[in-house]
């Protein structure tokens, strides 16, 4: 089975900055082949889908939401994601998930099959 670990979350004012974690175990094919997405879900509002990073393509996408704040990377070697999420807003607030896929990067949130559990992020102003 497909295993999604997204960490990092917390309580952050407003402007300050925060470290998202995702790893991935339990892949058929080797960790390089998949695009790696974030996703958000602020209380009462849909999944967006905010950020994706592939490998063989050397692809990244940002959401216009993050564009400029965020920044997507990845360790190869520890099957690793991390979003790293400066400027934090209060319009931030939200459950954080992760998602491999085989397929390459996708806007649509509901083309993954293996979002984790999510982390919650929450900023105060």
């Known amino acids: 089975q497909v295993q999604v670990v997204e960490s990092g979350g917390g309580l952050v004012q407003a402007g300050g900055s925060l470290r998202l974690s995702c790893t991935v175990s339990?892949?058929?094919?080797?960790?390089?082949?998949?695009?790696i997405a974030w996703s958000r879900q602020p209380p009462g509002k849909e999944r967006e889908a905010i950020s994706c990073?592939?490998?063989?393509?050397?692809?990244?996408y940002y959401s216009d939401s993050v564009k400029g704040r965020f920044t997507i990377s990845r360790d190869n070697a520890k099957n690793t994601l991390y979003l790293q999420m400066n400027s934090l807003e209060s319009e931030d607030t939200a459950m954080y998930y992760c998602?491999?896929?085989?397929?390459?990067?996708?806007?649509?949130?509901?083309?993954?099959?293996?979002w984790g559990q999510g982390t919650q992020v929450t900023v105060s102003s």
């Open positions: 990073i592939t490998w063989t393509e050397s692809i990244i």
């Open positions: 339990g892949l058929t094919r080797p960790f390089n082949l998949y695009a």
């Open positions: 998602a491999p896929r085989i397929s390459g990067c996708s806007a649509s949130p509901d083309q993954y099959n293996y």
